[in-house]
T-cell receptor, first 114, second 115 residues
């Protein structure tokens, strides 16, 4: 079984400031790792994913994440946020190679202030 | 390409009734997964269908069921509705769904309210 913990439920941040969203996971098997974003009244959109290889993963909209196997973490960062980044962000894992059974963290709500 | 579509977008039912939600995947996608999103429990995996067969199942009671048709469209059914079934139900499709290398695309969801 897998579990995902997002350490911050809400993160307020000023426009053009950097942001980091923390994610830790637990699993008895190897996993794939994902970050999704959900805008109000919408479904989920994939920001980035870690499958293998380089531990630094770049995604859409200027986001990147770093996989740390020893700390079982997959933190998401953006060097400079915009008002449009206000949304809820979800970290998720799925066991290899079992496909689409995603286990999600509780989400982090990012509020970008002008 | 059109995205994942879900119908209806909003639904109000009363306790004890049953409900059917529909999901049309992206053209060419054969895997459809369903998730329940609630404020208390967050996002939880319900089940995944591939080529009309259930491939994965989450920890939900038997009142929750699904199926997939030959055109990959999927339906999920909830019988004997309870207040706790009020949630946003999300559908996601992917081409193959055989591994995490296959990106899942989510629909906008169906908001179910049980009174």
């Amino acid at each position: 079984a897998q579990s995902v913990t997002q350490l911050d439920s809400q993160v307020p941040v000023f426009e053009e400031a950097p942001v980091e969203l923390r994610c830790n996971y637990s699993s008895s098997v190897s996993v794939y790792l994902f970050w999704y974003v959900q805008y109000p009244n919408q479904g989920l959109q994939l920001l980035l994913k870690y499958l293998s290889g380089s531990t630094l993963v770049k995604g859409i909209n200027g986001f990147e994440a770093e996989f740390n196997k020893s700390q079982t973490s997959f933190h998401l960062r953006k060097p400079s946020v915009h008002i449009s980044d206000t949304a809820e962000y979800f970290c998720a894992v799925s066991p290899r190679p079992a496909g689409n059974k995603l286990t999600f963290g509780g989400g982090t709500r990012v509020l970008v202030k002008p | 390409k059109a995205g994942v579509t879900q119908t209806p977008r909003y639904l109000i039912k009363t306790r004890g009734q049953q409900v059917t939600l529909s999901c049309s995947p992206i053209s060419g996608h054969r895997s459809v997964s369903w998730y329940q999103q609630t404020p208390g429990q967050g996002l939880q995996f319900l089940f995944e269908y591939f080529s009309e067969t259930q491939r994965n199942k989450g920890n939900f009671p038997g009142r929750f069921s699904g199926r997939q048709f030959s055109n990959s469209r999927s339906e999920m059914n909830v019988s004997t509705l309870e207040l706790g079934d009020s949630a946003l139900y999300l559908c996601a499709s992917s081409f193959r769904g055989a591994s995490g290398t296959d990106t899942q695309y989510f629909g906008p969801g169906t908001r179910l309210t049980v009174l």
